[in-house]
């Protein structure tokens, strides 16, 4: 059995719907401040917050959890910038309780999912796993320390394996519509843009036009989210045979963020109107990743490697939801 924390969120739910899929059975623990029950079709849910020691140590006496996919997490860099000790908090102390939980019941898989923050603004592009981590806002930072912390513990512990993903732009939604992206507020760029040409927003703002990139908006890697759960689904052969490895998860494409609006007009073949903002702290410049590795390792491979493809699920999936 496999407990999945953040289970009810935007990526947690597709990973948990792909691993169900393919005959596992899931525990889905979520405290739902930034998610929805709705999005957990499938497996056992329990409602709850990591910080609670007491509940943690209760799933695994009651549960045969033999693998820990950890996906619960605060994301907003903004946010991050203005509140740190909320994210030093929740995204390395709770993981750290987690963990040191999960070690005591004698769990000994371990997958955790970090963040391309990690990297900071990288010297080198595309950003391999050797890159080194040099984080620029505080979210970035909070995922490193744990990243740290875990390694840490699985080099200590004989035969405990852990894998670190770390995730670029996740993106798009199920295919069958079934569940997607539905943040409130909502704060990845791809759903915002939408919402222009659905007519939920008037325009969308460009938070900086001045960047050292061909067009002056930031350039981001995406994924799409159910290429994230097949990574997942991959990694649990991996740790059986494996030690502990990092992975970057991407497409290992960059796209501007004129590129995306412009995307997303020739998906919805609307006019999406926009207008420009001054820069948000702790925003790099540049981010696409070398994913050379987790193809080779895992034997993985992107499904979607085309950005209007990706729009369109996540298109489909608004549509259905608005």
């Known amino acids: 059995m496999i407990l999945i924390t953040g289970g009810a969120g935007y990526i947690g739910a597709h990973v948990n719907k792909l ?7 899931t525990i889905v623990l979520d405290n739902l401040k930034n998610s929805n029950q709705e999005m957990v079709k499938w497996g056992k849910f329990i409602k709850g917050d990591l910080n ?7 799933i ?9 996919i950890h996906l619960a997490e605060l994301t907003s860099v903004s946010e991050s910038v203005n509140n740190p000790s909320k994210y030093y908090e929740n995204n390395y102390q709770y993981s750290v309780n987690l963990l040191n939980i999960a070690i005591r019941f004698n769990i000994n898989k371990f997958i955790f999912s970090s963040t391309a923050a990690v990297y900071g603004n990288p010297k080198i592009i595309p950003i391999s796993e050797k890159n080194a981590c040099n984080p620029i806002n505080p979210y970035g930072k909070s995922k490193l320390m744990f990243e740290e912390y875990l390694i840490k513990k699985s080099k200590e512990i004989e035969n405990f394996n852990s894998v670190i993903f770390r995730f670029f732009n996740a993106a798009g939604a199920d295919s069958n519509h079934e569940i997607g992206e539905n943040h409130n507020p909502e704060t990845h760029l791809i759903p915002i843009v939408l919402d222009v040409a659905l007519g939920k927003r008037k325009k969308i703002g460009i938070f900086g036009a001045d960047y050292p990139t061909p067009d002056g908006t930031c350039i981001r890697d995406y994924i799409h989210v159910n290429d994230i759960a097949s990574a997942h689904l991959k990694v649990i052969d ?4 494996e030690k502990s490895d990092i992975f970057n998860l991407s497409m290992g494409k960059g796209f501007s963020v004129n590129e995306i609006i412009e995307s997303c007009q020739r998906v919805t073949n609307s006019k999406i109107p926009h207008v420009i903002k001054n820069r948000r702290d702790g925003d790099p410049a540049i981010l ?3 994913n050379k590795k987790v193809k ?6 992107t499904e979607f490697n085309q950005i209007d493809d990706i ?7 608004q549509k259905k939801i608005n």
């Open 19 to 25: 691993i169900n899929e393919n005959g596992y059975q």
């Open 52 to 58: 609670d020691e007491n509940l943690i140590s209760s």
């Open 60 to 68: 695994f006496k009651k549960y045969q959890i033999d693998i820990v």
């Open 238 to 241: 991996f740790l059986d045979k």
């Open 288 to 290: 696409i990743a070398d």
């Open 296 to 301: 080779k390792d895992l034997k993985w491979r």
């Open 311 to 317: 729009i369109k699920t996540s298109y489909n999936y």
